[in-house]
């Protein structure tokens, strides 16, 4: 009797511990606000270029165009959160804009090009060459973005562009919210679910050039995030 509990018991601390396996290795789902993305500290050795800066202290108001439902807006609301909350040491936020507020960042639902899941297809900058205003394109392509964390992703990585990054020098060796995306909804993880520290530190430093002169006046940036 006392071998059949001690089987039982076993049975059960192993399915308790495969469940806590799967639970520790679930899909981030971006519409939970309760559910932290995977975070990723990798060394720079191969960074995401930066081509222009944002300064210190900024706060930028974003506003939704285009036929986008609520499901959509809350994913891509979740990107605009997360670069908040790695930002936080300099200062620079995005809030939705509220009532009669003019926006600085217009994000946009919109065909775009094959294979394409978002662009960047403007940047306004101060006379000190810092991001002004901009505007976030995705596609309307479902064949390229359908999901939640798609959405997501593509947001997290065109707002990486707004802030001044460009692609990393080698993609294959680079863990980059600036890679490419690897399929639909990027289904080959290319992306990971936060911007990296690597990709954290480029923006601060680009943040930090104010204080030393602007080395990005009269750079015209120009992006599109593919799938490959």
Same mark, same amino acid.
């Given at each position: =009797?006392?071998?059949? +509990?001690?089987?039982?018991?076993?049975?059960? @601390?192993?399915?308790?511990?495969? +469940?806590?396996?799967?639970?520790?290795?679930?899909?981030?789902?971006?519409?939970?606000? /309760?559910? =932290?993305?995977?975070? *990723?500290?990798?060394?720079?050795? &191969?960074?995401? @270029?930066?081509? +222009?800066?944002?300064?210190? $202290?900024?706060?930028?108001?974003?506003? &939704? &165009?285009?036929?986008? $439902?609520?499901?959509?807006?809350?994913?891509?609301?979740?990107?605009?959160? =997360?670069?908040?909350?790695?930002?936080?040491?300099? $200062?620079?936020?995005? *809030?939705?804009?509220?009532?009669?507020?003019?926006?600085?960042?217009? #994000?946009?639902?919109?065909?775009?090009?094959? %294979?394409?899941?978002?662009?960047?297809?403007? !940047? @306004?900058?101060?006379?000190?060459?810092?991001?002004?205003?901009?505007?976030?394109?995705? *596609?309307? %392509?479902?064949?390229?973005?359908?999901?939640?964390?798609?959405? &997501?992703? #593509?947001?997290?990585?065109?707002?990486?562009? @707004?802030?001044?990054?460009?692609?990393?020098? /080698?993609?294959?060796?680079?863990?980059?919210?600036? %890679?490419? =995306? /690897?399929?639909?909804?990027?289904?080959?993880?290319?992306?990971? /679910?936060?911007? *990296?520290?690597?990709?954290?530190?480029?923006? !601060?430093?680009?943040?930090?050039?104010?204080?030393?002169? %602007?080395?990005?006046?009269? #750079?015209?940036?120009?992006?599109?995030?593919?799938?490959?």
């Amino acid at each position: =009797m006392k071998q059949s +509990y001690a089987f039982i018991a076993a049975a059960m @601390l192993c399915v308790l511990i495969t +469940y806590g396996v799967v639970m520790s290795e679930a899909t981030f789902n971006p519409a939970d606000p /309760d559910m =932290m993305p995977r975070q *990723t500290n990798v060394a720079c050795v &191969y960074p995401p @270029l930066r081509d +222009y800066g944002v300064a210190p $202290d900024s706060e930028f108001v974003y506003q &939704y &165009y285009g036929k986008w $439902d609520n499901l959509q807006q809350i994913c891509v609301d979740r990107a605009f959160q =997360m670069w908040n909350s790695h930002l936080k040491s300099i $200062d620079v936020k995005f *809030t939705r804009a509220q009532g009669t507020t003019a926006p600085s960042v217009s #994000v946009l639902l919109t065909p775009l090009p094959e %294979n394409i899941g978002g662009a960047i297809p403007k !940047i @306004l900058r101060s006379p000190d060459g810092y991001l002004s205003r901009g505007a976030v394109y995705i *596609t309307t %392509n479902e064949h390229v973005v359908s999901s939640c964390l798609g959405y &997501y992703k #593509v947001a997290m990585h065109e707002i990486g562009h @707004l802030l001044g990054l460009g692609h990393p020098i /080698d993609t294959e060796k680079t863990a980059s919210i600036m %890679n490419n =995306m /690897d399929g639909l909804n990027d289904v080959g993880n290319s992306l990971p /679910d936060a911007a *990296t520290s690597c990709d954290i530190q480029q923006v !601060i430093s680009g943040s930090n050039t104010i204080r030393l002169g %602007n080395p990005y006046r009269g #750079v015209t940036p120009r992006f599109a995030l593919s799938i490959q």
